[in-house]
């Protein structure tokens, strides 16, 4: 049995939170490795604290165990003083399960969920002995492979990466497995040869089958080196969650981690359009898991895990069709445990919102959170979340006189089109909401949580120019100097990490070479605040050639080829582009879930439909029947042309 | 106050192997789900935030494994107490399991201000026998044994030699590290210190013991990682010393492997 764990076990004393290494939760397996099984290595590139309840890592890992033909462990990235004592004593990154080495495994599976955790997967790479260069592994290393949002745009990883799973894993990781357990049967010959058969399976994309031509700066093409490897790679969509109830044994930490309680996940998709969001984008269309399967998920999860707390997890929960009863079932029908206490992460703003929330949250009701997002009505159309103040101060209301004491709402600035009175509409709602919240309690308190916009690829705004560290920092600095004295307070995402994460949120092929000296430097763990150096990522810019302001502050044209262009959410482009004009002009969108259908392409070109039990759209609020798509006014600027 | 809104138990749990690195607080959760798996309602405080009655002994350092862990607990009704070792430690992580319980008194005194000492097996790496025996009679003989210490943020020096109460190597047969099956590395075979330390005039950390034996043996730094294992909990009262589930039961006789909980200490 080749475990570390007798050389793992010294070091553990020397580490802070040691048990982030001992696995033994329950629902972890500790399998048995045949020769004849694919062993897939699961590996989240965070901390084990925020990387343990990823659901997509626990799915997969269930999937791949339940089948005969593969065994899956798990690894996180370990914190940099157990990392100093793996490389002092020559000891590489270990599956947590039964501490086996990780280049023993035939796949690394890596779950992407961060611009700034690219770093740390090729610290994994190189921990687990793996050469971080895919053209530099030997026939018989480790597969690397990449699922996760992030792999919408591969290019920044594509010399990394052996192949990137886009969109859902649960059918295609089987797939993988049975063309890997071939070419393991066969002697692990060719790695282009396995690499090769694995471009073929659809959802799968193999960078080095293609090619890409330049033309200066800009993208000519991307080809791919042979007939059957497919010129473009669809994402792959798992038709009805009801076919896949997993977690089934969702996995309980001994350490406290984040979103520590059960996690039953109601729908998958969003249509609301917002143009920013980029997991709403290309996870389409709306696949509702049936309310029958919630409470049974929900009642065997609670009974197995001992957990205390559930969430309904999905993006805009409050959506789910039928919402109010199934909370009000689950809340009434509690089977003797004590306490149990239900949340939705995603809240959607207005009074039907509150109402559920005072449903499940009867006692401890400390905070609410909501995220208008905009300051103002005509930002709000832009972006097309079409939340009106009056909606947003009925939730508030409801919320503070139902004896919440503090608000927490959600904006970005930087968005396209944004002007001064915009920014300035973010401390204007957030004195609004301290002087409600004041009507009902002299503590009341509002947090108003300002992020700079990041562009994300597959949406309306991909072709956007981000703002630059000093705009996003004089924009902060509005909202700040306007709450002084207001009772409301500011939290801000650092610009400078902004820029950083647009560096890789929409760069090339040519990033990879950035990302690779970020880490040569040091850089891992950069979403942490206390590890993030902007001076890095800058350097490495410049030493590679790369104008910074060209891959981030830039507004690219219509007919440039974006580096993501062969990599399909089934939105076409068109359409996008479409929605980028209208969101310009200030248009609205609505739902398509309960309106006739706008054709954004996925739907109509993967055969698929919305799997949604209500035909209606929720009660009450501009987010539910009462949406108003207005126009707005006349559009002050023409931002984007095509280029001459 | 204990006993006035459900039925108080004492639970004495072992802790060994990889939950060694589970800490204080993590255990309190495990258990606290354990409860919930097992369907056996705790009683809960009143107020604003309702919060189980649960109340722990003195904290096991990060890495220490135990013999003899006590937990009180008050349930919102009657169990049959026998059934509670077996139904608990099925529903908690591999290496923390219960092993006795009894019915409280009433109205008893927490742990926290019961237990007068305690004793540890302690098992040092890159110390062989004889210096390590050299070390412990010197530190057993002698009248003072100061460490240095931190208090509010000012270094302080201290004298742990009073709270002190047994230090002795022990004989092979009586070794508790190299039992098998019982921790993951079959190749510890170290020479074991066993130690008793009062809680009063000043609680003793047995890491605070191990630098002082390392200061005495010449031999400061650890080869490998120490092993530290809590065996027993004392209450003294009355001149009598009591195991904590005898302490305070409510009825005369205690359930499972308390009684025989007397004889593996003493």
Known sequence: MSTLWPRIEPLLARVEKPARYIGMEQGSVAPEHRPDQVSWLLVYPDTYEIGLPNQGLQILYEILNERDDAVAERAYAPWVDLEAQLRGHELPLFSVDTHRAAGAFDVLGFNLSAELVYTNLLNCLDLAGVPIRSADRPAGAPLVVTGGHFTFNPEPLADFVDAFVIGDGEEVVGEISEVVGAWKRSGRGSREAVLHDLATIPGVYVPSMYEVDYDGPFIREVRPRHPDVPARVDKRT??????????????????????????????????RGCRFCQAGMITRPVRERPEEQVRTMVREGLRRTGYDEVALTSLSSADFSGIDRV?????????GTGCVSLSLPSLRVDAFTVGIASEIQKVRRTGLTFAPEAGTWRMRQVINKLITEEDLYAAVDGAYSQGWRRVKLYFLIGLPTEMDDDTLGIAQLARNVVEIGRRYTKGASCTASVGGFVPKPHTPFQW????????????????????????????????????????????????????????????????????????????????????????????RTEDEVLPWDHIAAGLHRDFLWQDWKAALAEHGLPDCRWTPCYDCGVCTDYALEHVVASPVAPAGGSQGTGQDLSRGHEVPVELVRARA | MRGDAGFPVRLRFAKRGKVRFVSHRDVARAFERAFRIEQLPLAFTHGFSPRPKVSFGLALSLGYESDAEYLDVELGEPVAVESLPERLSA??????????????????????????????????TGLGPQPLGVAVDRAWASTELPVTTTRKGKRVVEDVRPSISRLHVLGEELRAFDRPGEIDLPEINLPEVNLEVATKPRGVRPAEVITVLRELAGAEEPVGEDRVLRTCQWIERDGVRLEPLIA???????????????????
């Not at chain 1, 909370?327 to 089977?335: K, M, P």
């Open chain 1, 238 to 271: 798992v038709a009805d969650l009801a076919d896949w109830p997993y977690p089934k044994h969702q996995l309980v930490p001994l350490v406290e981690v984040v979103h520590d309680r059960l996690n039953v996940e109601i729908f998958r998709g969003c249509t």
């Open chain 1, 327 to 335: 909370v009000a079932d689950l809340v009434n029908s509690q089977e």
């Open chain 1, 464 to 555: 956007f120019g981000q703002n630059g560290i000093d705009e996003l920092r004089r924009k902060v600095g509005l909202v700040r100097d306007a709450l002084r004295k207001s009772g409301a307070q500011v939290r801000w995402h650092d610009p400078e990490a902004t820029f950083a994460e647009g560096i890789a949120s929409r760069g090339d092929r040519r990033v990879g070479r950035v990302i690779e000296r970020v880490w040569r430097d040091g850089g891992t763990f950069q979403e942490w605040s206390e590890r993030f150096d902007l001076g890095r990522w800058l350097d490495a810019m410049a030493a590679e050639g790369l104008d910074a302001d060209w891959y981030v502050t830039r507004h």
């Open chain 2, 91 to 124: 529903a908690l992580p591999d290496g923390l399991a219960v092993t006795a319980v009894a019915a409280l008194a009433d109205r008893a005194p927490s742990l926290q201000e019961s237990i007068t000492s305690i004793e540890y097996r302690l098992a040092l």
């Open chain 2, 248 to 266: 305070d039961r409510r009825s005369p006789t205690p359930s499972g492997a308390g009684a025989r909980a007397l004889e593996v200490c003493a």
